[in-house]
């Protein structure tokens, strides 16, 4: 998901396990901001697999993950986002230095599912790395309990709500082939279908 003025300064309440190898600890390999994929690429459509490799090769493609999704910014990145149609999601706390950078703690979400979600409902105007300049309020569950799988392959049940909650669920629907912009009511759809087809043509706006 992307980070906007909304998400700026507002911290998750609570977050998981950090992913312990920080920056710059992979040794030789240099660490590489992915393209990142748009509206229109197929893989954004396709429900993703599960991960069912040994998560010690997932470490070169978490650490790309995370360089990709600091670098816009954003606040959460799914693998499908990136052309890897598995399910994986790397997140990160909100939390800036001096310099400006998000130094919050992350969390990497392997398998991901959520269990649970709260009667009530609240919007937030979200906006996605995949669906470039376009934000929207979307109501969603206010809160959830979800279950994943981190890179030590310790799995955790969590509750969440506000921030973390709404970016599992954004996340999370990327797994599942959605966008944010299809849970939108049909008069907003309408409203932003011609941006939609230039974006899926490949143009800008
Ligand atoms: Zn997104």
Known sequence: MQRNAVTSGGAFATIGVADPAAPGEQGSRVIAVRPILTYGAPVLREK????????????SLVEDMFETMYSEPGIGLAAPQVGVSKRLVV???VADDEAGRNVGPRLVLVNPTIHWFSGDRVPYEEGCLSVPEITENV??????????????????EREAEGLLARVVQHEVD?????????????????LLRKRLKRLAAGMAG
Not at 48 to 57: C, K
Not at 139 to 156: K, Q, S, V, W
């Open 48 to 59: 993703a697999q599960p991960v069912t490799e040994p998560l010690d090769s997932l470490r």
């Open 91 to 93: 997140l990160a706390e």
């Open 139 to 156: 109501e969603r569950p206010r809160a959830i309990r979800f279950g994943f799988t981190d890179l030590e392959g310790n799995r955790h």
């Open 174 to 190: 990327h797994l599942d082939g959605i966008l944010f912009i299809d849970r939108l009511s049909l008069i907003k759809k309408q």
